[in-house]
């Protein structure tokens, strides 16, 4: 196997940062660039890795804060959905309300992600992605079918889901991108989720209060 997962929790809320390497090329993409593009970089540069995507599964600020950074840093592409350039654009602002400071610009999208499954390669990496929102109008989850991976964002967590209660959030379309689109891949396959820890889907399916009901 050539491909390696580092998971980074960082930022104000916890949000995990996962960087995928190919270690036969070198080559690297970053699944939601948290904060502190430094710590991204630095933690790539240590397996010998460079960066050469970045990818967000939605635009809410706790998972695009570094994309301008590490974008001018690596320059390496930026890729989100279409529907979620709007929490980019208010980055900024957004900062204010929530902390009486601007946060950083966001990166401007190179390649606006669609409701269409699209595949992302980089080497060996191959990622299908997902359209799963409800926690956010235009939700990515990235699935790794040769490794039975999802990076499930904020849409599904363990023992919990995505919150509903934030602009363009909407509970029922969340409960059928998880039921309709997650659970399907299969009870083996590993969730990677936006906060917290690991899980996989078997374990939700069977014991999230959410999906249990």
Not at 4 to 26: F, H, P, Q, R, W
Not at 65 to 87: I, M
Not at 150 to 157: K, M, N
Request: some cysteine.
């Amino acid at each position: 196997m050539t491909i390696e997962i580092k998971s980074l929790t960082l930022g104000m809320v916890a949000t995990n940062c996962y960087l995928v390497g190919d270690t036969e090329t070198g080559e690297a993409l970053v699944i939601d660039p948290v904060d502190r593009a430094d710590i991204i970089f630095q933690a790539a540069e240590e397996s010998g890795w460079s960066i050469k995507l970045i990818l967000a599964t939605h635009g809410h600020f706790d998972h695009v804060l570094a994309s301008k950074e590490l974008k001018e840093k690596t320059g390496a592409p930026f890729y989100t959905h279409a529907a979620d350039t709007l929490f980019l654009d208010a980055l900024p602002q957004i900062g204010i309300q929530y902390t009486g400071q601007p946060f950083p610009e966001a990166a401007k999208p190179d390649h606006l992600l669609t409701d269409e499954t699209e595949i992302i390669e980089l080497g060996a990496i191959r990622l299908e992605t997902i359209f799963t929102p409800g926690h956010a109008p235009g939700h990515i989850s990235f699935y790794m079918r040769e490794h039975q991976v999802v990076f499930s964002g904020d849409c599904l967590f363990a023992g919990s889901i995505g919150r509903t209660d934030l602009p363009g959030a909407d509970h029922d379309q969340l409960m059928r991108s998880i039921r309709d689109k997650l659970l399907p891949l299969g009870d083996e396959v590993q969730v990677l989720p936006g906060h917290m820890e690991t899980t996989t889907i078997g374990q939700e399916r069977r014991t999230n209060p959410f999906l249990t009901r």
